[in-house]
């Protein structure tokens, strides 16, 4: 995925800050971009950055060696690579991308395929 100032220069603003405060009472913080568009367009992804340790951000520590292989999106290609910014046409590095027609004009992402110690999980 690219850098935020990347994602910042190519969308022409900044992006924003975003905390919870977690039940123990560390203030998780981030910055995210591209929320809005999400709400407009659902085949477009937002992009999010972390401002702690990876210790402390959700799924650190839960014990399997779980990541994501595959998504399957419904939406138009080349403009999900043109918001992602990938001119190759490879949205994501190390993530599959597999692009799914839709009868019922639904875009968004449709299924994530995870990679755990049992296999394959695809989740929809």
Same mark, same amino acid.
């Given at each position: 995925?690219?850098?935020? %100032?990347?994602? @910042?220069?190519?969308?022409g *603003?900044?992006?924003?800050?975003?905390?919870?405060? *977690?039940?123990?009472?560390?203030?998780?913080?981030? #910055? &995210?971009?591209?929320?809005?568009?999400?709400?407009?367009?659902? &085949?477009?992804?937002?992009?999010?950055?972390?401002?702690?340790?990876?210790? &402390?951000?959700?799924g650190?520590?839960?014990?399997?060696?779980? *990541?994501?292989? #595959?998504? @399957?999106?419904?939406?138009? /290609?080349?403009?999900? =690579?043109?918001?992602?910014?990938?001119?190759?046409?490879?949205?994501?590095?190390?993530?599959?991308?597999?692009?799914?027609?839709?009868?019922?004009? /639904?875009?968004?992402?449709?299924? %994530?395929?995870?990679?755990?110690? =049992?296999?394959?999980? *695809?989740?929809?």
């Open positions: 995925m690219p850098e935020m %100032a990347t994602v @910042e220069s190519r969308l *603003r900044e992006a924003v800050d975003g905390h919870r405060r *977690r039940p123990d009472g560390y203030d998780l913080r981030w #910055k &995210q971009i591209g929320v809005n568009e999400l709400l407009e367009d659902p &085949q477009l992804p937002y992009f999010i950055h972390w401002e702690c340790e990876p210790e &402390q951000r959700p650190f520590g839960n014990g399997t060696d779980l *990541r994501i292989t #595959k998504l @399957e999106i419904a939406g138009d /290609a080349s403009v999900i =690579n043109g918001w992602l910014g990938a001119l190759n046409g490879d949205p994501l590095d190390d993530v599959e991308v597999e692009w799914v027609d839709t009868t019922d004009d /639904a875009a968004g992402l449709v299924a %994530a395929h995870f990679a755990t110690p =049992n296999g394959i999980v *695809r989740v929809d």
